[in-house]
């Protein structure tokens, strides 16, 4: 007998939904009569072909990326792009960089190694509980080659409620956590890079959008190595060496169901009842509390806690007695984090939300003793 699978709530590598699994496990002897597993087979092969080149069109559909983009598949997570965002688009040696948490200052970090890479606004004085305020940042993006920003913050579960104006400059955006989780307003946007381990499919991959404008003539720096050199990925198909050829595979398997679903906006529809479900729970509580800022909040990553580890603990080995894992904190700031990603359900939001009122009262009649 199967044992049961657990309420994923974890941020990353993250819940996947059951039918793509199951679709993954059907093929995965025989993908559709080729006679070999997706994962034997050459990535020049035309079975293969075919499933990258699907898996392109569907991510384009969703969001609606015309030819002025390139799309690629890339290995090194999005922490290797840290430094491909400086060495494609740093032309004249400066960027502007907002800094909303952790992996936006390591974006930032990164750059100040092959140029000036502003900090144009920061919450690290709040400890990243909300988004920097953007004032000034349209101003200073000017002089710069582009203005970077993380756009939902995975570990303080923060989102940008508006992108920052940036005139003609362009703007890059690490969306890991909230890719294909919402509708993007791609026009608003010079590059949009995800790993796809957070919302969009296995560790391994990491889907680069570029406008093709921006990277005509070759990376900015000589330095790029070849491997991060998106134009030249983007002639190859992203295929310059072997890409991951079964993360791609189950990407492409996840962007079909979200097409099934609805598309971006079902999906962002759905997202947001769910954070607004964990959310309420939290606001009810007497107990525990969010941690973000509530303009901030974001519908991905809801982080709360008791403000006690001994409390916090004791909610997550409760959480775990109801089968649910992936609850605990980030190492840097503790206390509880439930990340309610595409194919975490709403009745699995229900069920935290529950456990959240659950605990709220046991405490408290606890306490009145
Ligand atoms: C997880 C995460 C990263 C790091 O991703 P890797 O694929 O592990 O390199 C970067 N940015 C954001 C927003 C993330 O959530």
């Known amino acids: 007998m199967e044992t049961q699978r657990l309420h994923n709530f974890n941020a990353g590598p993250a819940a996947l939904p059951r039918e793509v699994l199951e ?3 059907q093929e995965l002897l025989n993908y559709q009569g080729t006679g070999l597993s997706v994962l034997e087979m050459s990535h020049r092969s035309a079975a293969y072909q075919e499933i990258i080149d699907a898996t392109e069109a569907s991510l384009r559909r969703l969001l609606g990326l015309d030819e002025r983009w390139a799309v690629l598949f890339l ?8 430094a491909g ?4 688009l740093m032309r004249t040696g400066r960027a502007g960089y907002v800094v909303s948490g952790h992996f936006a200052q390591k974006a930032q970090e990164e750059a100040a190694r092959y140029g000036k890479s502003l900090v144009l606004a920061s919450s690290e004085s709040t400890g990243f509980d909300r988004i920097p305020s953007l004032e000034g940042v349209e101003a200073a993006a000017a002089g710069c080659d582009y203005v970077y920003i993380c756009q939902n913050n995975t570990i303080f579960g923060t989102t940008f409620s508006e992108l920052p104006a940036c005139g003609d400059t362009p703007l890059v955006a690490d969306v890991s956590s909230m890719f294909l989780g919402c509708p993007l307003d791609v026009e608003r946007y010079g590059v949009i890079y995800a790993g796809a381990q957070k919302n969009a499919g296995p560790a391994g991959t990491c889907v680069v959008c570029v406008r093709r404008e921006l990277v005509e003539g070759g990376p900015a720096l000589a330095a790029c190595p070849t491997y991060l050199n998106w134009e030249l990925e983007a002639r190859k198909g992203s295929m310059y060496n072997t890409p991951n050829t079964f993360g791609i595979y189950m990407s492409g398997l996840v962007f079909d169901w979200i097409e099934r679903q609805g598309g ?9 009842a769910k954070a607004q479900v964990v959310y309420d729970a939290l606001d009810a509580s007497d107990v525990l509390h969010g941690t973000a800022e509530k303009c901030s909040r974001s519908f991905m990553n809801v982080t709360f806690t008791s403000g006690t580890p001994e409390l916090d603990a004791e909610f997550l080995s409760m959480a775990a007695a109801a089968h649910m894992t992936g609850l605990k904190g980030h190492r840097l700031v503790g206390g509880m984090r439930a990340s309610l990603y595409n194919a975490v359900t709403l009745e699995e939001a229900q069920l935290l939300a529950a456990l959240i009122d659950e605990f709220g009262s046991t405490h408290t009649r606890a306490e009145s003793h």
């Open 75 to 82: 290995q090194g997570g999005a922490t290797l792009e840290f």
């Open 23 to 25: 679709t993954a496990q």
């Open 264 to 272: 971006l906006a079902a999906m962002e529809a759905r997202n947001r």
């Open 85 to 88: 965002v400086p060495l494609n």
